[in-house]
């Protein structure tokens, strides 16, 4: 079965401050993998997704991500931090079962 | 182009009382999904159709939920009767294509309050 693991529940950086949340991931082939951001009463946004090919994925406002094989995962970063990018952010992992199955998510707050 | 749309936006209701959610995909998106977040968690899928047949429901609790995309665009979840456990924000997703790898749009969600 595939799961996702995000270890930081809550994270607080400043503004223009780096960025890393991590996703690790398990699934026994090729996973799919995504990033999504959901703001409070909203519904989740796609930041990025990684099917194949080049390991590091540009997304939507900044973000990127880099997919390491050996280390099944799957981490997202930004250089600077804005205080808009306040919100819950998860990460996702499908296969050959069309299913996502999504982590528990990591939750980002952005400090003035 | 429109978004995915859910009504109501939010729900209170007592045990063991019944309830329905409504969903509009995108148009032309043949895959509608349903999922629940409970709080704190991630989304859980519930169930996937595509077009007006259901692909997967492994995880829908059917003594209780039932769901249905008559003509293959509108949807309903309807819980019948309610437990404490089923508070939690229900998300409908929609998708170009019945594959797992295109991307899900998703609707704001409704927030259900089980007292």
């Known amino acids: 079965a595939q799961s996702v693991t995000q270890p930081d529940i809550h994270i607080t950086v400043s503004e223009g401050a780096s960025l890393e949340l991590r996703c690790n991931y398990s699934y026994g082939a090729t996973p799919y993998l995504f990033w999504y951001v959901q703001s409070p009463g909203q519904g989740l946004q796609l930041l990025l997704k990684y099917f194949s090919g080049d390991t590091l994925v540009q997304g939507i406002k900044g973000f990127e991500a880099e997919f390491k094989r050996s280390q099944s995962s799957f981490n997202l970063r930004k250089p600077s931090v804005h205080w808009s990018d306040a919100a819950e952010y998860f990460c996702?992992?499908?296969?050959?079962?069309?299913?996502?199955?999504f982590g528990s998510g990591t939750q980002l707050t952005v400090l003035p | 182009e429109a978004g995915v749309a859910q009504s109501p936006r939010y729900k209170i209701i007592e045990k063991r009382q019944s309830v329905a959610f409504w969903c509009n995909p995108i148009?032309?998106?043949?895959?509608l999904y349903w999922y629940q977040q409970i709080l704190g968690q991630g989304p859980k899928l519930l169930i996937q159709?595509?077009?007006?047949?259901?692909?997967?429901d492994s995880q829908l609790p059917k003594d209780r939920f039932s769901a249905e995309r008559l003509k293959g665009v509108d949807s309903t979840l309807k819980i019948q009767p309610a437990k404490l456990e089923d508070s939690a924000v229900y998300l409908c997703?929609?998708?170009?294509?019945?594959?797992?790898?295109?991307?899900?749009?998703f609707g704001p969600g409704t927030r259900l309050t089980v007292t």
């Open positions: 997703a929609s998708s170009l294509a019945p594959t797992g790898v295109d991307e899900q749009y």
């Open positions: 996702a992992v499908t296969g050959s079962a069309r299913q996502l199955t």
């Open positions: 148009s032309g998106h043949a895959t």
């Open positions: 159709f595509q077009n007006n047949g259901v692909v997967d």
